[in-house]
């Protein structure tokens, strides 16, 4: 429908027309309702139309200001500091700093931490310093905090260097350092230090603000007006004479040549083209009365005003109040003394009570139809110049404007008749439906909501034909019948009773229901809608499972998604079959509960969030482009997830608890996402803190061996939403691939090995920008006993005790070698003993041989002598020739027999065989002896007793004892030698 379209006294459009696509629709409505129109009231509506039908795109491309944006609140209990913050900064280190009455508080993203200042004193202001140095300044206190290599920050004082009559400082409200000078000011002092000395502004009336424009600083002397000073002497600013006596509390820097200059209660001023005048707002009683504090101005041009006593108020650069942000709506206080803009366009706020984030990088603004109640919202349509939100408690509209003045109430109105829960609604012949617990409603022009069911529990309506529709229920489906004006129930299909809210109608008048867990059902209708045709269908019919599928209308088609996939029913197979052109541009594991076209694009609400793919025809061929959006969390209602697009731009998100506004026309996918590791933690010893978030990488650590189990802790600089960022980490030399992006911030290696380690790390933003990878170098030392001088230690060690395994061996084997040729020796010697001693049991038995062998010789002999004298005796007595002949012979061989000398030589040679030569030794040696004294020598060499010699000598014992003596004294042996011993030992 037309919406009426007015200008407002600032000259901007604050009523919304219909969309293009309500145009095309129902184009016949309008044309025969123009026909009707006669004079001056068609020549208003068709320009009303032409001007709707060429702006209509850019009006609805407009952001509404319905609404609040997502706040975040930060107790004091959470970031461990003091109730009220008075300064706040966004460091060049990706963090956000707050002066507090409990000192110094930075916030990285995901952890707060809280440095006090050495005199414990509150801090009131703060100033961006070289590099990660942050200049602070409180009560009675001046300097700056640095931190160390490894992130830790240190105080560094100033107060020192200042001059003695300025030493006692009072408060010190503001700072700004510029061009290598700190500028900071008291209540009624100007001070700038530069190169360890100080230069100071005094004597005036009172100062109450201190700020920079470009690149010089501007202060005001109250009693005087503005001035302007950065390497001269201060300066007065022409025309600024103005705030004479008007207390001004900060100015907003717009550009090179215009600031705007916020006073307490004064209003807004501008200063432009080197002329101040007031600049108009249509809040100006608003800022008057709650008095302003403090300012800044967003990347996009919008400007943020905070209060003393009403919030916040955001500002469009003409100077028309968007939106007034409150404790009513949010906020932990209403009085706001400094406001801080982040990297992501983000509005952080210091108050009497707390921190706060405005998160506006998103885009989403939450509000509550039902005011108080804060119920589910399950559907959103726009129908007669308002919108209309379905709740649990039921519908609620206000009237669609591009614009809603924030000070003007925004409170919807409930329908009569509607209390309730309320499904759905549905547009139908320009009446819109509304599917309610209590049945089948409808919505007149007076928004009164009337039954037309005569049941309850209804869920959805599809126009079947001119003059029919089918309207699903708890327990299957109705025939409605248009009259007139009105729809009339006809008939209820009994065949069919499962409930039906998930339904629609395709191309080829089929109509589709699918139930979560009983399957999915498709209906023929006959020609006069009378009777039914149903089947269920299976895996057979291209549905892998009967288990949480969704049906839903794709250009004229239907289609199916369930956990495996989406797939699209092909009339000509009568099956389905595997969607590509929207399924194959989703992550695998994306399970799409709502398929919801508009227009040319496809919006889509999924397990991971929600998206939107442009259909785009080239010719014969169609593509599509997925514009990733903002993951904005488990919000829906389970099994109820719906959105509601206004225009391609604008869409409305039905949550379990109020409705998410989203604007997608000023999302930017440039936000360049930088990790930051911003802790490292040893585990052993516990808690010991290596580096703390101010670190600035690279850095390389060094370790000691028994240092080697780490916790690594890290963040991002994405500050609206840090719980939704995704990490991926791989820890070289440990980790053979990074790992699964995970939201998890922190990482723990125990046992590291000794040597070189870098900790690699990326981020991912919801909508799928990477960062680029951020490395922390690390060493773990060797243990003194892997050291380098161990290992030369361990190798000269090793070589001793390879020579040690040679050396040992070899000595033991010579030592048992010598021991073995000891014993061989030994076993030698005492063979060669054994064999002496049996020799000499041999040769004393060879000697008692020889000596038994000569007494028997000797007997003999002397028996022979004795015989032969016996004979010689018979012989002279003979006197037979004969005889006496015989006797000669007998005598002769007698004589052949005595031959002693003969037998003494056969003697001696077998001695000398058997006691080695010991005769022929002996002589040679003695060679005086004579062969009687060798005789005796050879018997005492027997070892023959002096009774066994004497017969062999043929002498008495005497003579033998004689001989003895004799033969000593040639031997010239001593009286102590046994003559025995002697010839034995010879």
């Not at 008749?417 to 819109?432: A, P, R």
């Not at 290696?749 to 933003?765: C, D, E, I, S, V």
């Not at 002999?861 to 004979?871: C, D, F, R, Y």
Request: net charge neutral.
């Amino acid at each position: 429908m037309i919406k009426v379209l007015y200008l407002s006294k600032n000259k901007y459009i604050t009523a919304t027309s219909l969309t293009f696509s309500t145009y095309i629709l129902n184009s016949s409505i309008y044309i025969k309702k123009l026909v009707n129109i006669t004079g001056n009231q068609l020549y208003m509506t068709f320009s009303i139309w032409i001007f709707s039908f060429f702006f209509s795109n850019y009006i609805l491309s407009q952001s509404l200001n319905i609404g609040t944006p997502l706040i975040k609140n930060y107790t004091k209990e959470q970031y461990s500091g003091g109730t009220q913050s008075w300064d706040a900064l966004y460091g060049n280190n990706d963090l956000i700093y707050f002066a507090n009455n409990d000192g110094l508080i930075y916030f990285d993203g995901k952890r707060w931490s809280v440095q006090p200042l050495p005199n414990t004193t509150i801090l009131r202001s703060l100033a961006q310093g070289e590099g990660s140095s942050v200049y602070v300044g409180g009560q009675d206190e001046l300097g700056y905090f640095k931190p160390d290599e490894k992130g830790f920050l240190a105080f560094h004082s100033l107060k020192e260097d200042l001059p003695q009559q300025h030493k006692n400082l009072e408060d010190i409200w503001e700072m700004v350092f510029i061009n290598e000078m700190l500028f900071f000011r008291s209540n009624h002092k100007i001070f700038r230090y530069q190169s360890q000395t100080f230069e100071v502004y005094e004597d005036a009336a009172a100062i109450t603000f201190l700020a920079q424009h470009q690149n010089q600083v501007i202060f005001n002397d109250l009693g005087k007006g503005f001035y302007t000073w950065t390497d001269d002497a201060p300066k007065f600013l022409a025309g600024s004479e103005i705030f004479k006596n008007i207390p001004v509390v900060d100015i907003i820097d717009l550009s090179p040549q215009q600031f705007l200059i916020l006073t307490e209660r004064n209003g807004i001023y501008i200063y432009k083209d080197g002329v101040f005048e007031v600049w108009q707002t249509n809040v100006y009683d608003y800022l008057e009365t709650n008095r302003v504090s403090s300012g800044a101005v967003l990347k996009n041009g919008n400007i943020a005003i905070g209060t003393l006593v009403g919030g916040l108020l955001i500002f469009n650069k003409d100077g028309e109040a968007i939106y007034k942000i409150t404790k009513e709506n949010g906020l932990q206080n209403n009085s706001i003394s400094t406001i801080c803009i982040d990297n992501s366009d983000n509005i952080w706020l210091g108050t009497y009570n707390g921190i706060d984030q405005i998160i506006l990088s998103d885009h989403l603004n939450l509000f509550f139809p039902d005011g108080q109640l804060e119920g589910a919202v399950y559907d959103v349509e726009s129908w007669n110049g308002h919108l209309f939100f379905g709740t649990n408690n039921g519908l609620y509209y206000i009237e669609q404007k591009n614009y809603y003045h924030p000070l003007e109430p925004q409170d919807m109105t409930l329908v009569p008749g509607s209390v309730g829960q309320v499904w759905g609604l549905d547009i139908i012949d320009d009446q819109l439906l509304m599917a309610h617990n209590d049945g089948a409603f409808v919505i007149g022009k007076d928004f009164i909501a009337r039954k037309i069911s005569p049941t309850p529990g209804a869920w959805k309506f599809i126009k079947l034909a001119d003059n029919k529709m089918v309207v699903g229920t708890y327990n299957g489906i109705d025939i409605y019948a248009r009259e007139k004006e009105d729809w009339v129930w006809e008939r209820k299909f009994e065949e069919f009773g499962e409930s039906s809210r998930i339904m629609v109608l395709d191309q080829l008048q089929n109509l589709w229901i699918s139930h979560p867990y009983r399957g999915v059902y498709k209906i023929k209708f006959n020609p006069y809608f009378t009777k039914i045709d149903i089947r269920q269908l299976s895996s057979a019919d291209g549905i892998p499972t009967n288990k949480r599928n969704y049906v839903f209308n794709v250009n004229g088609n239907a289609t199916i998604t369930n956990p495996k996939g989406m797939y699209s029913y092909n009339a000509t197979s009568d099956k389905f079959e595997m969607q590509s052109i929207i399924s194959d541009r989703l992550k695998a594991e994306t399970h799409v509960k709502r398929l919801i076209q508009h227009r040319e694009n496809i919006w889509y609400i999924s397990d991971l969030g929600i998206g939107q793919i442009q259909l785009k025809k080239n010719g014969l061929e169609q593509s599509s482009e997925v514009i990733p959006d903002p993951n904005i969390g488990d919000i829906f209602v389970g099994g109820f997830e719906n959105l509601f697009p206004l225009d391609n731009d604008n869409i409305f998100l039905c949550t379990d608890k109020g409705v998410l506004y989203y604007n997608k026309s000023n999302i930017k996918n440039d936000f360049s996402i930088k990790p930051k590791i911003n802790r490292v933690q040893l585990l052993q010893p516990k808690d010991s803190l290596l580096i703390a978030n101010n670190v600035a990488l690279p850095l390389t650590l060094a370790l000691q061996s028994n240092e080697n189990a780490l916790k690594f802790y890290f963040t991002s600089n994405y500050f609206q939403n840090p719980e939704n960022v995704n990490f991926s980490y791989k820890l070289e030399g440990t980790d053979v691939n990074w790992s699964e992006w995970s939201k998890n911030s922190s990482k723990e290696y125990t046992n590291l090995a000794h040597g070189n380690h870098k900790f690699q790390l990326k981020a991912r933003t919801p909508s799928g920008n990477e960062s680029e990878i951020v490395t922390l170098a690390f060493t773990v030392m060797a243990p003194w006993y892997k050291s380098t001088l161990a290992k030369l230690t361990y190798l000269i060690l090793t070589g001793l005790a390879l020579l040690a395994l040679i050396m040992i061996p070899r000595r033991k084997f010579n030592e048992e070698k010598a021991i073995l040729k000891s014993q061989q020796q030994q076993t030698a010697a005492e063979v060669e003993k054994l064999k002496n001693e049996k020799l000499e049991t041999e040769i004393q038995h060879k000697n008692k041989e020889l000596a038994s062998s000569t007494m028997h010789l000797l007997q003999k002999n002397e028996t022979l002598s004795l015989l032969k004298i016996q004979i010689d005796k018979t012989y002279n007595k003979l006197n037979n020739t004969e005889a006496k002949k015989e006797i000669k012979k007998l005598i002769s061989l007698i004589d052949n027999d005595l031959q002693l000398e003969d037998d003494w030589k056969k003697f001696s040679y077998h001695f000398d065989q058997v006691h080695r030569e010991f005769l022929e030794r002996i002589k040679k040696q003695y060679p005086h002896l004579t062969p009687k004294d060798l005789k005796l020598c050879a018997y005492l060499r027997m070892n023959l007793s002096t009774k066994e010699i004497a017969p062999l000598l043929n002498i008495s014992v005497r003579g033998v004892e004689i001989g003895r003596y004799r033969l000593r004294k040639k031997l010239e042996l001593d009286k102590g030698v046994n003559l025995n011993d002697f010839m034995i030992g010879f």
